[in-house]
């Protein structure tokens, strides 16, 4: 049981490339989340999805995009990298439906755009 | 707005010592409460929760967190402190009936002195 899978682990672009973070689940979650991490700060929701078919917008949107065509998959897009986008994203699933079900997290993708 | 306040960048103690991580929430009804904690270049791993029933409740590694109704807090705490206790930990909150959203404390860094 693998649990929550990232990929890469880390990765450098330059400014206005693409690429696409991994996000894969092996627990039948319904409800998976994209957060970033900047340094030295808090978390920061980019996008969420509760089921496959189904996201929605967080705090932060702008600059990327998600689908959700599996239960066990969630990818999210970079579009025209910005040095902005600089951070570490962490991916992480819940079961869905039960509000008291913890958050499982993935370890993270570091992403540098210069 | 709903919120989850964490009033210290970081906390010092030292080992052997009990320490203390505070957290405060801002969230209408009975909301389910957690802690996690990030070591260096991992993911969240989740500590704890609160849903209902004895207010001390007792997660991984020793950690135990008081909730509070009245002055809706939810400390986490910890008799005697080890050095492998230092991380980054975060407070989170989900509303009642809103098992899609996760609410994030900014984090506390807990620095243990040998």
């Given at each position: 049981n693998a649990g929550v899978t990232q990929t890469p682990k880390f990765r450098i672009l330059k400014i206005g490339q693409s690429m696409t973070l991994q996000c894969t689940q092996?627990?039948?979650?319904n409800y998976m989340y994209w957060y970033r991490q900047d340094p030295g700060m808090g978390l920061k929701l980019i996008y969420y999805s509760v089921g496959a078919g189904i996201t929605d917008k967080g705090e932060v949107p702008n600059g990327y995009n998600v689908s959700r065509s599996t239960t066990e998959d969630f990818p999210l897009r970079l579009e025209?990298?910005?040095?902005?986008?600089?951070s570490v994203y962490f991916c992480a699933s819940r079961g869905g439906g039960y509000y008291n079900s913890p958050l499982h997290f993935g370890n993270g993708t570091r992403l540098t755009v210069t | 707005a709903q919120s989850v306040a964490q009033p210290e960048d970081q906390v010092n103690v030292a080992e052997g010592n009990p320490l203390t991580v505070k957290c405060t929430y801002s969230v209408s009804g009975n909301p389910y409460l957690f802690w996690y904690v990030q070591y260096p270049n991992r993911g969240l791993q989740f500590l704890l929760k609160y849903i209902?029933?004895?207010n001390l409740v007792k997660g991984s590694y020793g950690f135990e967190a008081e909730f509070n109704k009245s002055q809706t807090s939810f400390h986490l705490k910890k008799p005697s402190a080890l050095v492998s206790d230092s991380a980054l930990y975060f407070c989170a909150v989900t509303p009642q009936g809103r098992d899609d959203k996760i609410i994030f404390g900014k984090g506390t860094r807990l620095h243990i002195l040998p």
């Amino acid at each position: 049981n693998a649990g929550v899978t990232q990929t890469p682990k880390f990765r450098i672009l330059k400014i206005g490339q693409s690429m696409t973070l991994q996000c894969t689940q092996d627990m039948n979650h319904n409800y998976m989340y994209w957060y970033r991490q900047d340094p030295g700060m808090g978390l920061k929701l980019i996008y969420y999805s509760v089921g496959a078919g189904i996201t929605d917008k967080g705090e932060v949107p702008n600059g990327y995009n998600v689908s959700r065509s599996t239960t066990e998959d969630f990818p999210l897009r970079l579009e025209l990298a910005a040095p902005s986008q600089t951070s570490v994203y962490f991916c992480a699933s819940r079961g869905g439906g039960y509000y008291n079900s913890p958050l499982h997290f993935g370890n993270g993708t570091r992403l540098t755009v210069t | 707005a709903q919120s989850v306040a964490q009033p210290e960048d970081q906390v010092n103690v030292a080992e052997g010592n009990p320490l203390t991580v505070k957290c405060t929430y801002s969230v209408s009804g009975n909301p389910y409460l957690f802690w996690y904690v990030q070591y260096p270049n991992r993911g969240l791993q989740f500590l704890l929760k609160y849903i209902t029933g004895d207010n001390l409740v007792k997660g991984s590694y020793g950690f135990e967190a008081e909730f509070n109704k009245s002055q809706t807090s939810f400390h986490l705490k910890k008799p005697s402190a080890l050095v492998s206790d230092s991380a980054l930990y975060f407070c989170a909150v989900t509303p009642q009936g809103r098992d899609d959203k996760i609410i994030f404390g900014k984090g506390t860094r807990l620095h243990i002195l040998p």
